[in-house]
């Protein structure tokens, strides 16, 4: 999976495979800089329109990030599993449609 934003991100960005269509039930994954500005990626979850929990099971690698300092132009890469058995946390990727929904912000 990968996310490629194009406007001024200088912070998280996040994609999920949500089961309803929305924040409530997403099993999020969350690509930002840490305190010493490295790229990681975690797998969250979302019960309720909060902010994500961190998942026990980290089941996301980070492949690549990359961030124009001057634009903010932000792109990255991951791998997750097609199914990690982190029910209810993770939702399996099969070959059928489902509801993705992202998210971006400046604060953790």
């Avoid at 026990?56 to 300092?69: G, N, P, R, S």
């Avoid at 903010?72 to 599993?81: H, R």
């Avoid at 449609?97 to 953790?108: K, P, Q, R, V």
């Amino acid at each position: 999976l990968g996310l490629h934003v194009l406007e001024d991100l200088y912070g998280w960005s996040s994609l999920a495979p949500a089961g309803n269509g929305g924040m409530k039930g997403a099993s999020q994954i969350v690509v930002r800089k840490n305190e010493i500005d490295e790229w990681i990626a975690e797998d969250r979850y979302s019960l309720d329109y909060t902010t994500p929990s961190l998942d026990d099971q980290q089941d996301v690698q980070l492949l690549f990030a990359q961030q124009d300092e001057e634009t903010g132009e932000t792109s990255w890469g991951v791998v997750i599993p097609q199914n990690s058995c982190d029910e209810p946390y993770d939702y399996p990727l099969e070959d059928h449609e489902i509801y993705m929904i992202w998210a971006m912000g400046s604060t953790h």
